[in-house]
């Protein structure tokens, strides 16, 4: 295709770092210990942004910056975490190089990767669900391996544990992704597909599990990471997806890159997460 044209315009994102990660990391530890006094008394957010929120001063700084080579800055997040700037093509050869690799925010630890499926339905039966092609996956090039993944054997075909360099992995589990989904947007209606659906039709279900929690309850679910990696009877509930695959990496039994721990099977958390 060619290189863009330099007046093309591009949105780019800067991750901020977590201001005292160790003391976070041992916050949750306990907060998702079931054995801890801690377990499930979640952060505030002013508590949250007090503690590990990135400093204002750098926040400002790089927006400044970014602001003296023409870049428009468009969002700051309001845990200072992420900044989402626009420019030129022109501008960005200039400010930012060239990058590539695992998607961010997805290959944070602190957030749950949703990959994508691609499921054929007949009426109310499912026929087959493989991996996605397109699925955004592998080893992040910037987020150690927390602790909930040590000891991950990935797939032999990535070299082992020793193949992901002790770097965090994605995807953690999958959804639907390449099947159409239909949205309204501008009084629009039409169909696209994408992870971009599969992620909040994840958070749509999570939030239908918190439902179910309260009414027996619990408390909501939080953070999920560490308990579909340390928690056997959680992992056990989801749909393996062995077949298919993207251009790196096929789906096979287990835990693998596309699908991470496979479909959800939401009744099957409700019983299995504490």
């Given amino acids: 295709m060619g290189p863009a044209p330099d007046d093309t315009l591009l949105r780019g994102l800067i991750a901020f770092p977590i201001r005292d990660e160790a003391a976070l990391e041992a916050t ?12 499930r008394r979640y952060l505030t ?7 590990h929120a990135p400093p204002e001063e750098d926040v400002r700084e790089v927006s400044e910056w970014l602001e003296s080579q023409g870049l428009q800055v468009a969002r700051r ?3 200072r975490l992420l900044l989402q700037f626009t420019g030129t093509v022109a501008q960005f050869v200039v400010a930012a190089g060239n990058s590539g690799g695992v998607d961010t925010p997805a290959s944070s630890p602190y957030a749950t990767s949703v990959g994508g499926t691609e499921l054929v339905m007949d009426g109310p039966r499912r026929v087959r669900e493989d991996a996605w092609y397109y699925s955004g996956s592998g080893v992040s090039h910037t987020f150690p391996m ?8 990935p ?3 990535w070299g082992g544990p020793s193949g992901m360099h002790g770097m965090r992995a994605t995807s953690d589990l999958a959804l639907n992704g390449a099947t159409s989904y239909w949205f309204t947007f501008l ?5 696209n597909t994408g992870t971009s659906f599969a992620a909040p039709t994840f958070a749509g279900m999570l939030a239908s599990l918190n439902s179910a929690r309260a009414a027996q309850g ?4 939080g953070w999920l990471n560490s308990h579909l990696y340390t928690v056997p009877a959680v992992r056990q509930s989801f749909r393996d997806i062995t077949t298919g695959g993207t251009s790196q990496y096929p789906a096979g039994p287990g835990w693998d890159f596309p699908t991470g721990w496979g479909a959800p099977n939401m009744e099957g958390l409700l019983r299995t997460l504490p």
């Fill in 28 to 39: 949750l530890r306990d907060m998702y210990d079931p054995a801890s006094p801690r377990f």
């Fill in 45 to 51: 957010v002013a508590e949250w942004t007090a503690r």
């Fill in 77 to 79: 997040a309001t845990n």
């Fill in 146 to 153: 927390p602790w909930w993944q040590q000891g991950l054997t």
């Fill in 155 to 157: 797939p032999s075909y």
């Fill in 187 to 191: 009084g629009v209606t039409r169909p």
């Fill in 218 to 221: 619990k408390p909501p679910v």
